[in-house]
């Protein structure tokens, strides 16, 4: 019987980025690196530890923009474009290091890696991972929540705020039934953003929990008995979990955390930049734009610009020591912790975003798998859980009322509403204001009225996304989030006039579905108030 449990979440999003008109597309690649070296590492860790007969319990998120974005056939043959001139790639530079040892080994290692890249996604789960996530899933070894329909933040939907969280719930939780099966048992509130009362909406589509980040449980009303350890129910019953500060510090920060560790891959050095511009040219940006291959061969030695070739075998060892030191950590803290909430055993929320893993800390997969192996095998205090686990083991929990909340700096809101993007919200809210208006005034609609109504539904909700905020906030890729949301407005208003004028263009909506064809089976009506 162990003394307590750890829940590690994985936070799976990306924005919906996905443009037919071009043959490649920059944007597109935050796509294809993830799949390369997020998703498709974490299956072969899941994978692994099915085919070991290692039992393990996690919690993923799947974002709705993300599961579509698994399923569409045109990203699917971009994805496999790209990983074919990364495979290209990667055979030259076996040839071009063959008589440095260090760097050769290494490209044979990514080529390895993408060659099994390409066989996972094409040959064994078909070209939509969705279809790997699922059977993880149904094995019952992950837990899929899904997130808002576009990652739209919650808290700062103030007009005709009900419709606007409803739709970004509804369509998302109805999305997941189609893919995967069920009705979802848990959300990722998107940015971890919580505004008081958003719970009933969760309900109505058969929500049973959500996170919010610590001080939403800390600060919550009336006092939180056991902190962010144990979870709590809303009046509606809604179950709400809070995020546990130690031990997600122990991997997020990268000076504190694990992935700053001098032996693992240093993320900015690669050969997209390092190398010869003739030579890299055919396998970046068509227009000559350098960019990340995802080939890097040096490790982060420290803080300087003297690099020393990365060593994956000395890497491997400290992720085993990483591993190891984080499950010691988790026992200690259960340890301390048991026993001081009236006899419940405490719960630990360790919430990450995925592409952590493999994209932003390359060692991250195979710290997880290390983690879950030693779980199971050194040990009998701690024991792995999702939080539809969790809410089994006890019959009655406290009622409280989390606080108004967010991740992110300052924890409330501040980076999706501060100078660089505050703008943008009186034009969603605009668009908000002539959605519902739309949506009154035509109530049955049928043929190419739905047509154009349920395409002003898709275009506002991608317009309410918030990685457009959170690029302007960071300052990357700034010109391409300020294009999107003047698209989806351009488009939204475009088709709110025909409809209002009743002047339909069909060969206008149907250049609008064609280019942002997410969510086949949206109902505009949902918008109704």
Not at 96 to 104: A, G, I, Q
Request: hydrophobic share 35%; proline share 5%.
């Amino acid at each position: 019987m162990p003394k307590g449990y750890l829940a590690i979440v994985l936070h799976a999003h990306l924005p919906f980025v996905r443009h037919p008109e071009h043959e490649d597309f920059l944007e597109e690649d935050w796509l294809f690196e993830a799949i390369t070296e997020t998703y498709i590492p974490l299956i072969r860790v899941f994978d692994s530890l099915v085919r070991d007969n290692i039992d393990f319990r996690l919690t993923l998120s799947v974002s709705p923009t993300l599961m579509s974005m698994f399923m569409d056939s045109h990203l699917q043959e971009k994805y496999i474009r790209h990983i074919n001139k990364l495979i290209e790639l990667s055979a030259r530079e076996i040839e071009r290091t063959k008589w440095e040892p260090s760097f050769n080994k290494l490209a044979r290692m990514y080529h390895d890696d993408f060659l099994e890249a390409r066989r996972i996604f094409t040959d064994v789960y078909k070209k939509d991972l969705n279809i790997a996530f699922r059977k993880f899933q149904d094995l019952g070894r992950l837990e899929v929540i899904t997130c808002g329909a576009t990652h739209g933040y919650f808290p700062l939907m103030d007009v005709h705020r009900k419709a606007s969280v409803r739709t970004q719930v509804k369509v998302a939780a109805d999305l997941y039934e189609k893919v995967y099966g069920r009705r979802p048992l848990g959300m990722w509130l998107p940015e971890c953003g919580y505004n008081p009362g958003d719970e009933e909406i969760l309900k109505e589509q058969g929500i049973k929990y959500f996170f919010v980040d610590t001080h939403g449980i800390l600060f919550g009303n009336p006092r939180p008995r056991f902190g962010v350890f144990n979870p709590y129910l809303c009046r509606n019953g809604t179950a709400v979990f809070g995020r546990d500060m130690e031990s997600s510090k122990a991997v997020w920060s990268a000076k504190e955390g694990y992935p700053g560790d001098y032996n693992y891959r240093e993320f900015y050095r690669d050969i997209g930049f390092d190398l010869d511009y003739e030579y890299i040219k055919p396998y970046i940006n068509p227009d000559g734009v350098r960019i990340n291959t995802g080939i890097k061969y040096y490790k982060i030695t420290g803080e300087t610009n003297h690099k020393e070739p990365y060593d994956p075998d000395r890497a491997r060892e400290k992720c085993a020591e990483h591993a190891g030191n984080f499950m010691f950590n988790r026992q200690k803290q259960v340890e301390f912790l048991s026993g001081q909430l009236g006899g419940r055993l405490p719960i630990l929320v360790s919430p990450y975003d995925a592409e952590l893993y493999g994209h932003w800390w390359f060692e991250g997969p195979k710290w997880l798998d290390f983690l879950i192996r030693k779980i199971k095998y050194d040990q009998d205090t701690i024991a792995m859980a999702t939080p539809g686990d969790y809410l089994k083991l006890y019959k009655k929990f406290q009622v409280l009322e989390p606080a108004f909340s967010s991740w992110g700096w300052k924890g409330y809101s501040e980076v999706w509403l501060e100078g660089s993007n505050d703008w943008t919200y009186r034009h969603v809210h605009k668009m908000t204001e002539r959605m519902v208006d739309a949506a009154n005034t035509h109530k049955n609609a049928s043929g190419l009225l739905r047509r154009a109504l349920n395409q002003m539904a898709r275009e506002l909700l991608l317009a309410q996304s918030s990685d457009w905020a959170f690029i302007m906030k960071t300052g990357s890729h700034v010109p391409y989030a300020v294009e999107r949301l003047r698209e989806h407005a351009g488009h939204f208003n475009e088709l709110y006039q025909e409809v209002k004028e009743n002047s339909l263009d069909e060969a206008y909506i149907k250049e609008c579905e064609y280019k942002f064809d997410l969510f086949p089976d949206i109902d505009y009506s949902v918008y109704a108030v």
